[in-house]
Nanobody, 121 residues
Framework: QVQLVESGGGLVQAGGSLRLSCTAS????????MGWYRQYPEKQRELVAT???????NYADSVKGRFTISRDIAKNTVYLQMNGLKPEDTAVYYC???????????????WGQGTQVTVSS
């Protein structure tokens, strides 16, 4: 069983910054990709940013130039540095990882419990 534990959410004024962290623990052979998604009330989760183990990154258009995703492979941790926050960034942010428990085994998705980010105007 793999667990993803997030931290770093909170309340910030528009224009401010927050840094989210997510650490994976458990039996892990590899984390092929880690990323962040967010969910507005009564909406589906949407991609914010992802990073592969090869450091390829992908961002939603709405956060490009403001958010930066990074990974510490040795620590099984992914970060999301959020600058220039806007009220429309207010959402619950979820960490996601594509996990392999063994080298030859299947991949599966793991999700964190979510962390609230609130940006006041």
């Amino acid at each position: 069983q793999v667990q993803l534990v997030e931290s770093g959410g909170g309340l910030v004024q528009a224009g401010g910054s927050l840094r989210l962290s997510c650490t994976a623990s458990g039996i892990i052979s590899s984390l092929e990709a880690m990323g962040w998604y967010r969910q507005y009330p009564e909406k589906q989760r949407e991609l914010v940013a992802t990073a592969t183990s090869g450091s390829t990154t992908n961002y939603a258009d709405s956060v490009k130039g403001r958010f930066t995703i990074s990974r510490d492979i040795a620590k099984n941790t992914v970060y999301l540095q959020m600058n220039g926050l806007k009220p429309e960034d207010t959402a619950v942010y979820y960490c996601r990882a594509i996990v392999k428990v063994t080298d030859s085994g299947p991949k599966y998705l793991a999700w964190g419990q979510g962390t609230q980010v609130t940006v006041s105007s």
